[in-house]
């Protein structure tokens, strides 16, 4: 029930669950604030926060205080609050006075410093030339959170914030706050690391200079930077980016808010992997002589490959996409592989059986935000913790605020929310489609019941089987609702977590083998094209950044490779085209629920490097099978007229409702590889690509998060 | 105060033992399902009380009987400074140096056990019977100064009357707690000089005065019943 505030003289109707500073933010008022967090649970103990209700005899503490306790005056007139009368301001400056008194003056070699909330509100609210404490200030012990935290902890001002977030938020309650008064301490256990895949955005919630970056520790100042916005391409959930750059240097990478993707927190590897920009990259082409690769110009390298191209009959060619290309050198390899007559493309490189039919067959079609409705969980082969960390937060989130009943299918890992554990073995499904499994009477009794397959599903042998009888499952137990949104009352709870960026929309593309035809015997897909590089039947291959593949075992075919790091792909490469990173492209990326998002480019790429469309196109014309489009913007264009809601940018597709014949028709009834137990897609969170296994911060984390124990182990 | 960090040399392990593990579940039960947390502070009491102080074993034993993250318990542990995070002697001795301890001599006691135990507080004695530390008010600010020898306390002191105390545990003898100059709980010095009349405690005769009526004795605070009562949240709906 809405209730009549008088705030700064301002009328307005506040609904009764906000608190007080909510209320007055609505007033247009500003509250400062150091403790509150709106995404938090409420603490209360900074005291910024304060304001004048009229008749009361104290300020008030407006973020703990809820419209619902305020009671209007005798009179029955509306109560009244004050956010800059001197009452507040005298009381604030109180707070601030107290909070410098222990709090250090190393603003200059602070990394917080231009950024900081305590700096910023000291302008407002500090006593310049005014101080009547003489004594020492405290100092605290430093404490060690990890390979990305870099603790100054003299500088804490204990607002609880980054324990709230451990305990509620990343569900890794590995922080906490000992002793009391004066000698409270933020800290670790023992000197533990903070390992949560959430780790970096402590540093972001910190309105001091406790915790700030330790890879970015000293490098750089916030009104130096200038600040482009981009998508993360770590994983496939298209968590929204702003990359800052320096001179040509990516110096950081902080999330962006958008509700319906990352709220406003981002995984550590995407916050991370700015150093692997910089390192291992491929500035100049080069191309393999005598068994050596060395330099080349780009003609030269494009005649090598138009040589070999025209010495090799399409049907012995093959072309894979790897992980982190964007939609537009996706078509532009589709269509110059086409025009080729090239049957042997994939984009698959980690064996996921998924593709083909329409996009609800493999997006996540329920929406991030739609997790928030669910009530029932299937988790089958996906670790959503390292598969999507900020999806994983989501899905947590739903668990802490509703009904949310989780089990998964597939290795026991902590999640942070329990998940009853159905086993490794894939007969569970059977049981849970034909409904003899208690988890299946929960999900036939659960409103909106949703599925995850993840990539620890998909990628095996048995793939289109399991695939096949997740889709039952669905069908059965009411997975596949009715069209519209959760809002609307729709409901489609069926979804494929991918991990890969470039995935959805290589597969919107249709970037898979060509189907079998009477003329001829149909595309390999990756396993077929290793199998067949290895049997000397597929002669050349074209990478676009696909690195994650077995090319030890693949004899000897002409490999060419375009990408933008030396990493596995460029070590058995014969031609080597340098592209783009991310950051250094504008691009298109559909994350894993179809929603397509622009990343733009922050720096221009190194070296001779090019915008990998823009390298394609160019080869296109000396192989002689000229692309029809010379700027971003035609093909862009011609994208949009294949794919519309490519021209639909931030958007989600809204769910059409279902089709019998294709969701009886998904994946191929058979029999499981039932003696082998379900994986996991991701081996190592922290060096999944690239671009990850370049950057030393990455390698850092993996050393110290995952494998302290092996090293400990080593070291005795 | 100083930050309190853990001992930096603790033991291997530790156990409840059979009767103390009885008293944690007694605790442990007055708790509703699920919020068997609640009783972290009984049961790091009941472990102190067994092992003397609060180890890093313990900690992480009682985190698991209750099903905390060792933070949390850890958080506990290091905010009540009368969990004692180092070794004790066996009998520690709390010394109240509060206000009205400290007017009525407790610098002097303070003295004494500096004499008698150790320099500083915080520490066992020589011998390993003692130790002692400065605490905020024990509550007999009447008999003040006053110290608490595990769980007896002996008020009315002096310098030399502790040194007694301390002289006479150390010799193995329990002196009498309380008051040690022979008052009576806190009577005055040499019995009661008010409230002497036999008659005042004499049950047969009552209150001669008029007795309240009933408006002046239902006559409540303006405002009471306009005020809105919270709803009650349920605990910990976070973790």
Redesign the interface.
Do not use: G, H, W
């Given at each position: 029930m809405p209730r009549k505030l008088i705030i700064d003289g301002k009328e307005i109707e506040a609904e009764d669950n906000l608190t007080l500073l909510q209320a007055c933010e609505q007033a247009g008022a500003e509250i400062p604030r150091f403790c509150y967090h709106e995404r938090l649970s409420v603490a209360g103990n900074c005291r910024m926060c304060l304001v004048e209700w009229v008749g009361a005899p104290k300020p008030q503490a407006s973020c703990s205080l809820q419209v619902k306790d305020i009671f209007p005056n005798k009179d029955g007139t509306p109560a009244r609050i004050n956010t800059d009368s001197p009452v507040v301001r005298k009381a604030r400056e109180g707070v601030m006075e107290f909070l410098l008194i222990n709090h250090p003056l190393d603003c200059p070699i602070c990394d917080q410093g231009g950024e900081c909330d305590l700096q910023d509100q000291a302008m407002g609210y500090g006593r310049a030339a005014f101080h009547r404490f003489h004594e020492n200030k405290r100092a605290v012990e430093d404490k060690y959170m990890g390979p990305l935290i870099k603790t100054q902890m003299t500088r804490c001002i204990q607002c609880t914030r980054c324990v709230r977030f451990a305990t509620e938020i990343a569900g890794v309650p590995d922080l906490g706050a000992t002793g009391r008064g004066e000698d409270m301490e933020i800290t670790t256990y023992l000197e533990k690391a903070f390992s949560s895949e959430l780790s970096g955005n402590v540093v972001d919630l910190c309105p001091v200079g406790a915790l700030t970056s330790k890879p970015y520790s000293y490098t750089s100042r916030p009104w130096e930077l200038k600040h482009t916005e981009s998508i993360d391409i770590m994983d496939a959930q298209g968590c929204n980016i702003r990359v800052d750059t320096r001179g040509r240097a990516v110096m950081r990478i902080l999330p962006r808010l958008n509700d319906d993707i990352n709220e406003e927190w981002l995984h550590d590897k995407g916050r991370h992997i700015w150093d692997g920009l910089g390192r291992q990259r491929l500035d100049r082409p080069y191309v393999r002589k005598n068994g050596k690769l060395v330099p080349a110009s780009w003609s030269d390298a494009f005649a090598v490959i138009a040589a070999r191209v025209k010495a090799t009959t399409p049907d012995r060619m093959a072309a894979i996409v790897g992980d982190l290309a964007a939609a537009e050198e996706i078509k532009a390899l589709k269509d110059l592989m086409t025009r080729l007559g090239v049957p042997h493309l994939d984009c698959r490189q980690d064996g996921a059986k998924i593709g083909g039919g329409p996009r609800p067959a493999y997006l996540f079609n329920t929406t991030i935000t739609g997790v928030e409705a669910a009530d029932a969980l299937l988790l089958i082969g996906c670790n959503p913790r390292w598969e999507a960390p900020v999806l994983n937060a989501r899905i947590r989130k739903a668990w802490l605020n509703g009904p949310l009943k989780i089990a998964s299918v597939g290795a026991p890992v902590d999640l942070t929310y329990p998940a009853e554990q159905l086993g490794t073995g894939v007969d569970v499904l059977n049981a849970l489609a034909d409904g003899s499994h208690p988890f299946a009477e929960v999900l036939r009794n659960a409103k909106r019941p949703m599925l995850i397959l993840g990539g620890g599903a998909l990628a095996r042998p048995d793939g289109a089987v399991i695939l096949h009888h997740a889709a039952r499952i669905a069908r059965e137990t009411g997975i596949i609702g009715p069209a519209g949104t959760p809002a609307e009352g729709g409901w489609i709870g069926f979804n494929v977590l991918h991990t890969a960026a470039s995935r959805v929309a290589a597969l919107d593309l249709g970037f898979l083998p060509a189907p079998a035809s009477e003329e001829s015997p149909g595309g390999r897909d990756v396993a077929g094209i290793v199998e067949g590089a290895q049997k000397g039947e597929i002669n050349f291959i074209y990478l676009l950044g696909a690195d994650e593949l077995p090319l030890e075992n693949m004899g000897r075919p002409f490999v060419v490779y375009q990408g933008s790091h030396g990493d596995t792909g460029a070590n058995y490469a014969d031609v080597i085209l340098p592209g783009a990173a991310f950051t250094e492209k504008d691009g298109l990326y559909a994350n894993f629920e179809g929603r397509v998002q622009e990343a733009q480019r922050a720096v221009f790429p190194p070296g001779e490097a090019r915008e990998d469309w823009a390298i394609l196109r160019a080869l296109s014309d000396v192989l002689g099978q000229k692309l029809p489009y010379d700027t971003l913007a035609d093909l862009r264009r011609a994208l949009v007229a294949d794919l519309p809601q490519y021209g639909r940018l931030g958007q989600v597709p809204v769910w059409e409702g279902a089709d019998p014949a294709v969701w009886n028709a998904l994946g191929t009834d058979g029999v499981f590889t039932a003696d082998v137990p379900m994986g996991q897609a991701i081996a190592d969170y922290y060096l999944t690509n690239p671009i990850a296994r370049a950057s030393k911060v990455m390698a850092d984390c993996s050393r110290e998060l995952l494998h302290s124990d092996e090293n400990k182990q080593a070291a005795e | 105060?100083?930050?309190?960090r853990?001992h930096e040399e603790q033991p291997a392990g530790f156990a409840f033992s059979e009767e103390n593990m009885a008293r944690v579940n007694q605790w442990i039960a007055k708790f509703p399902p699920g919020r068997q947390r609640s009783a972290v502070i009984s049961a790091l009491w009941i472990g102190q009380e067994q092992e003397g102080w609060v180890t890093?074993p313990m900690i992480e034993e009682v985190a698991k009987l209750l099903d905390m993250?060792?933070?949390?318990v850890?958080?506990v542990a290091?905010?009540y400074t009368m969990f004692h995070l180092k070794p004790v002697g066996r009998h520690h001795v709390q010394v109240c140096t509060t206000t009205p301890c400290w007017l009525r001599g407790s610098d002097d006691v303070v003295k004494a056990c500096k004499k008698h135990i150790s320099d500083k507080p915080h520490s066992v004695s020589a011998d390993g019977e003692f130790s002692w530390e400065e605490v905020e008010c024990l509550g007999a600010c009447v008999n003040a100064p006053m110290v608490l020898i595990n769980s007896d306390p002996y008020e009315d002191l002096t310098g030399e009357k502790t040194e007694e105390i301390l002289e006479a545990i150390r010799r193995g003898e329990t002196p009498k707690p309380g008051s040690q100059i022979g008052r009576h709980a806190s009577e005055p010095e040499g019995g009661p000089t008010t409230l002497t009349e036999r008659a005042l405690y004499d049950p047969t005769l009552r209150h001669s005065g008029p007795s309240l009526s009933d408006d002046e004795a239902k006559n409540v605070t303006p405002g009471v019943e306009?005020?809105?009562a919270?709803t009650q949240k349920p605990p910990g709906?976070?973790?």
């Open positions: - | 105060m100083t930050a309190r853990l890093k993250p060792y933070i949390r850890l958080e290091t905010f306009q005020r809105e919270p709906a976070a973790t």
